[in-house]
């Protein structure tokens, strides 16, 4: 509970203190004749508070496609990481970030062995652009569909972001490299994730 990553870093491999944050949560690990990480099995639940934009490998290297958002020095307030872990992998199903201007959401895997990275990253800033009533209605509408087009996703960045990448990253967590992605390849999840936060935020605007 309220672990220091940071000092938990600095005292294993790591020789190089990345920066501030606090996890609380579970972590699980098992497994049968266990000879190394590939016969490893277990999961992991965190909740994550006050963690520096630092902190998450590659994230302070979106600055160069967010115009004139920052994350350089960005905190955040609230997240978390859940998965599980097999086969040599670690296999992120949610991860999360929020702060007053910025919400960061990703899934994928990374190995074990290399700490090699395969992740889906949505970063996004906070700008809601239609008035109540327009936005409720939207959002009404979405609630009734199981598959989202393309146009849906062109829309509801429309409504919610004044910037929205969306981005593959992989390499090491020491070396991580980022590309954008275009709107037509983006998954499922990320396209739900996007359709949720509409969901809240006309929730919060009805309140």
Same mark, same amino acid.
């Given at each position: 509970?309220?672990?220091?990553f940071?000092y938990?870093?600095?005292s294993?491999?790591?020789?190089?203190?990345?920066?501030?944050?606090r996890v609380s949560?579970?972590?699980t690990l098992?497994?049968?004749g266990v000879?190394?990480l590939n016969?490893?099995?277990?999961?992991f639940?965190?909740?994550?508070?006050?963690?520096?934009?630092?902190?998450?490998?590659?994230?302070v290297?979106?600055?160069?496609?967010?115009?004139?958002?920052?994350?350089n020095?960005?905190?955040f307030?609230?997240?978390?990481?859940?998965?599980?872990?097999?086969?040599?992998?670690a296999t992120?199903?949610?991860?999360? @970030?929020?702060s007053?201007? /910025?919400?960061?959401?990703?899934? +994928?895997?990374?190995?074990?062995?290399? *700490? %090699?990275?395969?992740l889906?990253?949505?970063?996004?800033?906070?700008?809601?652009r239609?008035g109540?009533?327009q936005?409720?209605?939207?959002?009404?509408?979405l609630?009734?569909?199981?598959?989202?087009?393309v146009?849906?996703?062109?829309?509801?960045n429309?409504? @919610?972001?004044?910037?929205t /990448?969306?981005?593959?990253?992989? +390499?090491?967590?020491r070396d991580p490299? *980022? %590309?954008?992605?275009p709107?037509?390849?983006i998954?499922?999840e990320?396209?739900?994730?996007?359709?949720r936060?509409?969901?809240?935020?006309?929730?919060?605007?009805?309140?």
């Open positions: 509970r309220r672990v220091d940071g938990l870093l600095s294993s491999h790591v020789t190089s203190r990345i920066a501030h944050g949560g579970e972590l098992g497994g049968r000879r190394g016969d490893l099995k277990g999961r639940d965190a909740r994550l508070g006050m963690t520096q934009a630092a902190a998450i490998p590659g994230l290297q979106a600055d160069q496609f967010l115009g004139l958002v920052t994350l020095g960005s905190q307030k609230e997240g978390r990481a859940k998965g599980v872990i097999g086969a040599g992998d992120i199903d949610q991860f999360e @970030l929020s007053d201007r /910025i919400k960061v959401w990703s899934q +994928g895997k990374i190995r074990l062995d290399n *700490l %090699r990275m395969d889906e990253v949505i970063i996004s800033t906070r700008n809601y239609l109540d009533e936005l409720l209605a939207f959002a009404g509408q609630a009734l569909q199981s598959v989202f087009p146009a849906t996703l062109v829309e509801v429309r409504i @919610l972001r004044d910037r /990448i969306y981005l593959d990253v992989t +390499g090491s967590l490299r *980022l %590309r954008l992605k709107l037509e390849i998954r499922e990320a396209v739900r994730f996007l359709v936060e509409l969901m809240v935020a006309a929730s919060i605007r009805k309140d």
